[in-house]
C-alpha cells in the first residue's frame, strides 16, 4: 500500500510505486510487467453530472481512448461520486479506471493493460 497524506488516501499499487515528478499535477505511478497503474489528480469539475465524468476520463485519457469507453457503477454519497470506466484505445491497450470526486478533489485511478482482473480490481476498489 502507499500513502498520500495529502490526498488522505491509502491505495495498493504494485511494488516502487512513485510520485512522478514529470507529470502536470500530482500522480503516483507503477508498473507490473506489461500493466501500468497511475493516480492522478484532475481538476474538480464544479457540476458533477454524467457529462462532466465523461469530459474528465477523456481529458486525462486522451481523445484516442473515447471510442469505445463506458462509464458504469455511478455511486453518489453526501461526501463522495465515484464511477468506473472501462475503453480500448486506439493503439489496442485495454484501459480500466475509476473517479473519485470528492469536497476537494477529483482523482482519476487508471489500469493499463491488466490482464489479473483481481490485481485490477484490488487497486481500483481498494482504496481508502
Same mark, same amino acid.
Given at each position: 500500500p502507499v500513502t498520500d497524506e495529502g490526498w488522505s488516501i491509502t491505495a495498493l499499487m504494485p511494488p516502487g510505486a512513485?510520485? #512522478?515528478a514529470q507529470a502536470k499535477t500530482r500522480t503516483w505511478k507503477a508498473s507490473r510487467a506489461s500493466a501500468a497503474y497511475e493516480i492522478a489528480e484532475l481538476p474538480r469539475p464544479k457540476k458533477v453530472d454524467s457529462q462532466a465524468l465523461i469530459k474528465l476520463v477523456i481529458?486525462?485519457?486522451g481523445?484516442?481512448?473515447?471510442k469505445d469507453m463506458r462509464l458504469t457503477g455511478l455511486v453518489?454519497? #453526501?461526501k463522495l461520486v465515484s464511477t468506473a470506466f472501462e475503453t480500448t484505445c486506439s493503439d489496442g491497450k485495454r484501459v480500466h479506471g475509476k473517479l473519485r470526486i470528492d469536497a476537494r478533489?477529483?482523482?482519476c485511478l487508471v489500469v493499463r493493460d491488466e490482464s489479473d482482473g483481481a490485481r485490477?480490481?484490488?487497486f481500483l476498489y481498494g482504496v481508502k
Open positions: 512513485a510520485v #512522478d481529458g486525462h485519457l481523445v484516442s481512448c473515447q453518489e454519497t #453526501d478533489r477529483a482523482l485490477r480490481d484490488a
